[in-house]
């Protein structure tokens, strides 16, 4: 079982930056990918960034290419969402998930972090 715990949600001036850290406790074998997800108001939660906690290329969703950047801090087994530019729009409840490589869906999931972005 992998357990995460997720910090760093909040309010923001839109332009601003933010930084949520999603902290991986618990045992998996095999290789884990985690991810953030986002869910914007009256919208499905959708896929936004994800990366293998042993290397390889991240993947963002185009809504936050280039604005945003997730990485990882193995001997932590913490994953951060650096979110840069961040508009309106971005305000929604961000969570960070895990599942083994090569699974389809994930199977372990923070609590969820509101951010909201103002002005």
């Known amino acids: 079982q992998v357990q995460l715990v997720e910090s760093g949600g909040g309010s923001v001036q839109a332009g601003g930056s933010r930084r949520l850290s999603c902290a991986a406790s618990?045992?998996?074998?095999?290789?884990?990918?985690m991810a953030w997800f986002r869910q914007l108001p009256g919208k499905e939660r959708a896929l936004i960034a994800a990366?293998?906690?042993?290397?390889?290329?991240?993947y963002y969703a185009d809504s936050v290419k280039g604005r945003f950047t997730i990485s990882r801090d193995i001997p932590k087994s913490t994953v951060y969402l650096q979110m840069n530019s961040l508009k309106p729009e971005d305000t929604g409840v961000y969570t960070c998930?895990?599942?083994?490589?090569?699974?389809?869906?994930?199977?372990?999931w923070g609590q969820g972090s509101q951010v909201t972005v103002w002005g």
């Open positions: 618990g045992r998996a074998s095999g290789n884990i990918a």
């Open positions: 990366i293998s906690l042993r290397g390889g290329p991240a």
């Open positions: 998930a895990a599942k083994l490589s090569g699974r389809n869906e994930y199977s372990w």
